[in-house]
């Protein structure tokens, strides 16, 4: 009984002292975990059941410890969260076909919402469609600014944006789907060099069922998309280069079967997926070089999808090898676009995985957020289909759910239309989650 009562003793002074120490940061977990063990050593030779009361309660305060730290940890860093928003074509097709003075006046209240919001960057589409929303070498003025592709405008309109983002002390990252060229009728201009590689023969452009791309497999097609980056980085103050989710737009072999054909006709020996998925990566490790040798700030990124599997199999993006290494891209930023109630796929274990996918500790996480979701019946998630209505808080939770992860850099919300323009019965629980969002 003696012995037990100098334990319990030594237990109560032990656990104080571990229980200040979290109060107090430096090499505390360390003590705390040593303590843990001396005191696991000395207990088993008195008291088993003693052992395993002692043991839970000691890992108690490791993992307090640990959720206090990272919090801590990213209190000191909140200055340096991404708070973004997604601005498509969509958004800019019903201001930017006006004059130059209208076209402001637009992206000045756009860009004083999303500040006053306590947003901190723009992500802004300028190549939606093998095209472009400023003056290119490459690449035709976009059908999007006059309904007719290759009309140019008598503004630059993309300028106006960066210049006005920095006016506001916002950041501005210039928005490109480097392969896809149409999904859509809209016929293309003569000017643009994909309407020629389309009608050669040489493969670089493909027609198929849901629209017209340029072809991964081509070294031409590459060295076209990578200049296209290098006139946006070189001609204007960006502060990143940002890519979505358009990669390979079918898994159909027919695609490019002529490309691979002749790769393993000259010795090849990769499958077909993991060839299609090197020929991304290809473009994606020389962008990256090209953009960090001309200037080392400006980051450059990628939003692929929620769906991990999805990534991998089916757009062939090799996100395993650039959450690995240093050589791809700066951050990741999935379209995590699920609520916490979806039948199959959860925010909460989206994040947790994309979070462990990261190997690079350099490489951010940051997180897409569905605002267009907001009162929306989410017709494909099972039970969680009604979560979006039933809520007005739903992007707060998910943004500090999202900060506890190791690798969190900051959220993205798609997209602008949905926030600030939204249909009249969505806008009071809308202007609920933008408040939400601002206080914390």
């Known amino acids: 009984m003696k012995g037990l009562k100098k334990v319990f003793m030594l237990m109560l002074i032990l656990c104080i002292s571990c229980s200040s120490f979290t109060l107090t940061y430096g090499n505390e977990l360390s003590n705390i975990e040593f303590l843990k063990d001396f005191l696991t050593t000395f207990i088993l030779e008195e008291n088993t059941n003693l052992l395993k009361s002692s043991t839970i309660l000691l890992n108690g305060l490791v993992y307090k ?22 601005i498509s074509y969509l958004d800019l097709q019903n201001v930017i076909n006006k004059n130059e003075i209208d076209f402001e006046l637009s992206i000045e209240e756009m ?19 093998g095209d472009a929303l400023y003056p290119s070498k490459y690449f035709p003025w976009s059908y999007i600014i006059t309904g007719t592709e290759g009309i140019a405008p008598q503004f630059d309109p993309f300028k106006i944006m960066v210049d006005k983002a920095h006016e506001k002390g916002l950041k501005i990252e210039a928005w490109i789907n480097p392969y896809r060229i149409r999904n859509n009728n809209k016929p293309i201009s003569d000017n643009n060099i994909a309407l020629k590689w389309l009608t050669d023969g040489s493969n670089r452009v493909i027609k198929i069922d849901n629209g017209i791309y340029y072809n991964p497999a081509s070294e031409d097609v590459r060295d076209l998309i990578i200049k296209g980056v290098m006139e946006i980085v070189e001609n204007y103050d960006v502060d990143g280069i940002h890519f979505d989710d358009y990669f390979y737009p079918t898994t159909d072999p027919q695609f490019d079967k002529v490309d691979y054909e002749q790769y393993k006709n000259e010795g090849g020996l990769l499958s077909l997926e993991d060839w299609r998925r090197e020929n991304v990566n290809l473009l994606i490790k020389e962008i990256y070089k090209s953009i960090k040798n001309y200037d080392d700030s400006i980051k450059f990124g990628i939003s692929p999808q929620g769906i991990i599997d999805k990534n991998y199999n089916t757009q062939y993006i090799d996100i395993y090898k650039w959450l690995s290494s240093s050589e791809y891209i700066d951050y990741i930023c999935p379209q995590i676009y699920f609520g916490y109630n979806h039948s199959t796929y959860s925010y909460d274990k989206l994040i947790n995985q994309w979070n462990k996918l990261i190997k690079n500790n350099d490489i951010k996480l940051y997180i897409g957020l569905a605002a267009y979701k907001i009162g929306r019946e989410d017709i494909y998630a ?36 949905f926030l600030w323009n939204p249909e009249k019965h969505l806008e009071e629980q809308i202007h609920k989650e933008l408040d939400a969002i601002k206080n914390i």
Do not use: C, H
């Open 65 to 86: 410890y640990k959720d206090e730290k990272r919090i801590s940890d990213f209190e000191k860093d909140i200055d340096d969260e991404v708070r973004a928003v997604w």
């Open 111 to 129: 860009f004083s919402n999303i500040k006053n919001a306590k947003l901190n960057t723009v992500i802004v589409q300028v190549r939606p469609f």
């Open 382 to 417: 099972g039970k969680g289909k009604y979560e979006w209505i039933e809520t007005d808080n739903i992007l707060e939770k998910m943004i500090n759910d999202g900060r506890i992860n190791d690798n969190y850099g900051g959220f993205v919300l798609f997209r602008y239309d």
